[in-house]
């Protein structure tokens, strides 16, 4: 088998990492930012406020949504290259934007939708090209 | 100051991306059920390169979170996409990827998408 060679079932377990990937951190730093907004307290140097913020629900389940997005991204790099899993993990930005607009009522510029429109299209592009191409016995 | 913040963040993120990328190619396929979610945490306690990166993780998330106090998110999303060039740069010379011209095309059309949702 050569390096771009992959096993029958890869492409289908990286497809299903990254979407899983997109979608924890989606929805951990939408929980994050609701949380916050409702939080009253300024944050600052002091590690009190951090604390008492993890106590709202929503940013505990936010929290606990990036660290499984985080693990999620380790297992990614396991099966794919590092120059593939950057771009095609940029799709987030285009999840942002959609979830800013539509949970949190948050202005999304045009200069805003032109960039996530050349994210969108730069991360299907790479998503066209074979996920890894470093020889597994060569590590 | 900014500079230095930016230096420090991008730094920090290059560091971090390309020794979790090292140490999980080198752990092999891993997969994302529960039992592999808790594989994936025990090495990160067990392998020193992952401790390594989670702690420049840190460092560059206080990094952003500094310098987005002190400059505009404008400025610091923007700022922060420099990791993306280098770490596709040091992808191809340290991690030994090969990166053709679909996939530097597609990243740079993303560097430039996260330079305008910055900007």
Request: proline share 3%; hydrophobic share 55%; glycine share 8%.
């Amino acid at each position: 088998m050569t390096a771009t060679e992959t096993k029958p079932g890869t492409a289908v377990k990286v497809l299903t990492m990254l979407i899983l990937f997109v979608a924890l951190k989606a929805v951990g730093n939408l929980c994050m930012a609701w949380g916050m907004k409702r939080f009253p307290q300024t944050m600052s140097v002091n590690p009190v406020p951090y604390i008492e913020a993890m106590l709202d629900p929503f940013v505990a389940f936010g929290v606990a949504a990036l660290i499984l997005a985080l693990l999620t991204r380790m297992a990614l790099l396991s099966l794919a290259d590092l120059s593939y899993v950057l771009p095609v993990t940029a799709i987030g930005y285009v999840v942002a934007a959609f979830m800013g607009k539509m949970f949190l009522h948050e202005d999304v510029s045009g200069q805003r939708w032109l960039g996530t429109g050349l994210i969108f299209a730069g991360a299907m592009l790479v998503g066209s090209t074979t996920h890894s191409t470093t020889d597994p016995k060569a590590r | 100051m900014k500079w230095v913040l930016v230096g420090v963040m991008v730094a920090a993120t290059v560091l971090s991306d390309l020794l979790q990328s090292y140490e999980m190619k080198r752990a092999g396929e891993q997969s994302v059920s529960a039992g592999g979610l808790m594989r994936l945490l025990g090495m990160i306690v067990r392998r020193r390169f992952l401790i390594l990166a989670i702690a420049c993780m840190a460092v560059s998330f206080f990094s952003f979170m500094a310098l987005v106090q002190a400059e505009p998110l404008s400025f610091a999303v923007p700022a922060s996409a420099a990791s993306f060039v280098l770490e596709t740069i040091l992808a191809k010379f340290v991690l030994r990827e090969r990166i053709g011209a679909r996939r530097v095309a597609g990243a740079l059309m993303v560097l430039c998408g996260v330079v305008l949702v910055g900007g």
